[in-house]
Structure formats: structure tokens, C-alpha cells
């Protein structure tokens, strides 16, 4: 069966987020108000072919923690489903 594998990547909360700084000044300068916070990050979507939902999950993480990844100054969150 084919998943679609959604992976989204965050700098961790402890850590300057640099662009996320430069469109919140953007943001301002534009005169738009009540934005609190920015944070920039990537997401990443995968075509993983395997025998369950689990096992897709499992080949996402290791993709994840080897290289789509710096779990130094970043997080991820995986969501699995059946592939439309």
C-alpha cells in the first residue's frame, strides 16, 4: 500500500529563529498588527510504499533522523495516511 507521509520540521523553541524574525519585521512593516510570533520551518511530503501505516511511519523517522533532520537545533512531527 502507498502512504502519504507528511513531515513537518521545526527549529527547536530554545533557538533564534532568524527568518522568522526577518517576516515578522516584514509583517509590520506592512503595517499588519497582532502577529505574535513567526516561525519558519519545512515540510516535507513522502510516497512510502509499505505493508502498514507503522511501518511507513517507521521508515519516515529514520529518514527524519538521518537526514532530513538536524535534531540539534530541530524537531519533527510525522503524520501517516493512505495515499489518495
Request: no cysteine.
Amino acid at each position: 500500500m502507498i502512504y502519504a507521509v507528511h513531515i513537518n520540521i521545526m527549529p527547536l523553541k530554545e533557538l533564534l529563529d532568524p527568518q522568522g524574525k526577518a517576516v515578522m519585521s516584514g509583517l509590520s512593516n506592512l503595517g499588519l498588527r497582532g502577529v505574535e510570533d513567526v516561525r519558519i520551518g519545512k515540510h516535507i511530503t513522502l510516497q512510502i510504499e509499505a505493508g502498514s501505516a507503522e511501518a511507513a511511519q517507521k521508515i519516515a523517522e529514520e529518514a527524519s533522523q538521518k537526514l532530513l533532520a538536524n535534531q540539534v537545533m530541530e524537531h519533527f512531527e510525522i503524520t501517516v495516511a493512505p495515499a489518495v
